[in-house]
C-alpha cells in the first residue's frame, strides 16, 4: 500500500496499470454474477431433486411398512386357519374311529345274531323231525290195519295225515339246510366230471305227476350230450329240481315248462324256462333273499321261500352262478352256470 503523500514510483504506476488492465469489465462482472446465481439456482434444483427423491423414498418406505403389515396380517390368518383345519382333522380322524369302531360292533352283533339264528332254526327243525317221523310210523300202522280194519273215509283221511306229514317234514328240511349254509360251515361238495344230460334227462321222471296234475307241458332240449360239468351231482340235481319245482308252482294250467342246457366257452349252461306268473325286475334278485316270497295271483304259498337261497349258495360253493331273468313275453327264466370239467 502506498502512503497518501508519497509520489508513485514507476513500479506503482505500472502495478497499477497491470490490475486495471487484469481487473473484470462490468460485462465479465455480470457474467460472473450470472453464473454465480447459475450455481446458487443448480444447488437449489439438486436440492429440490433431493428432496423429490427423499419423498419418493418415503412413501416407497410407508409402502413396505403397510405391505409388512399386510403380510403380518395374513400370515397370523393363515396359522389361524392351519390351527382349525388341524382341529377338524384331528376330530375326522376321531369320528372316523368312531365310526369303525361302531362298524366293526355292528358286524360282531350281526354275526352273534345270525349264529344265535341259525342254532334256534336248527334245533327248532331237529325238534320238528322227531315227532314227525313218528307220526309217519303210527299212520302206517293204522294203515296196514293191525288194530284193526278202516273204513274207505278212515283210509283217505289216513292219507291226508301223510301228505301233511311230507309236507312238514319237507320243510322242516329245507330249514335244517338252510340254517347249516348259513352257519358260516363250508358247504360239503364232491366235485367230480358230470354228464349233464345223465342228469337232466332223469328229471322229468321226477316231476312228471306235478305236470300232469297242473295241466303242464315239458320238454327237455340238449345241445351237447358230450358236456361235463366239475360239479357234485346231488347238489347239481337239488338245484335243477328246486328250479322245476318253481316253474311248476308258479306257471298257471296250461302253461309251458322246458329245460335246456348248451355249453359256452368253460361253462356249462342249464336253463330252466317257464310260461308262468313272471318276476318283476325290482324282485329278480331279492327273490335270493332267504323267505322271500312274492305273492301274487294263482300263486301258492306252500315252501318257506329257501328254495332259491339254498340253490344259489350250492351253486357258488360249486364254482358256478346262479340268476333269473324276465322273458320277453312271459314268465322267467333261471340260468344255472357251473365251470365244464376240463379234461374231458
Ligand atoms: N319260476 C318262478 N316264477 C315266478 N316266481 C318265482 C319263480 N321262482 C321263484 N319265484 C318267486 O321267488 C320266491 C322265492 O322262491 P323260493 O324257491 O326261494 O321259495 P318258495 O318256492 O316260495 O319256497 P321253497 O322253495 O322254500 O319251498 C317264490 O316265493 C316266488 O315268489
Ligand atoms: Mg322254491
Known sequence: ???????????????????????????????????????????????????????????????????????????????LTVASRTTQLAMANHTTDELLTAERRAREEAEIANRIKGDFLALLSHEFRTPLQAIFGYTELLERQIHGPLN??????????????????????TILEFARLEGGKEIEVHLCPTSVHEILREMEGFIGSQLEKRDLKYDY??????????????????????????????TPAGGHISLECASEPGTAVIRVIDSGIGISDEQLETIFQPFVQIRAKHSTTEGAGLGLPISRRLAIAMGGTLSASRNPESGSTFTLRLPLARDL
Not at 19 to 24: N, Q, S, T
Not at 223 to 228: H, L, S, T, V, Y
Open 1 to 79: 500500500m502506498m502512503d497518501p503523500g508519497q509520489q508513485p514510483t514507476s513500479s506503482d504506476l505500472r502495478d497499477f496499470s497491470r490490475k486495471v488492465r487484469e481487473a473484470p469489465t462490468r460485462e465479465e462482472n455480470r457474467t460472473s454474477a450470472a453464473r454465480s446465481m447459475k450455481i446458487a439456482q443448480g444447488e437449489t434444483e439438486g436440492e429440490e431433486d433431493l428432496l423429490r427423491a427423499l419423498e419418493e423414498l418415503r412413501a416407497q418406505y410407508e409402502k413396505l411398512a403397510r405391505a409388512a403389515g399386510r403380510l403380518r396380517e395374513v400370515n397370523r390368518e393363515l396359522e
Open 221 to 250: 332240449r340238449c345241445d351237447g350230450e358230450a358236456i361235463f360239468a366239475h360239479t357234485d351231482p346231488a347238489r347239481f340235481q337239488q338245484i335243477v329240481l328246486n328250479l322245476l319245482a318253481n316253474a311248476i308252482k308258479f
Open 152 to 173: 274207505e273215509a278212515q283210509l283217505r283221511d289216513l292219507k291226508r295225515i301223510q301228505q301233511s306229514q311230507q309236507h312238514l317234514l319237507g320243510l322242516i328240511s
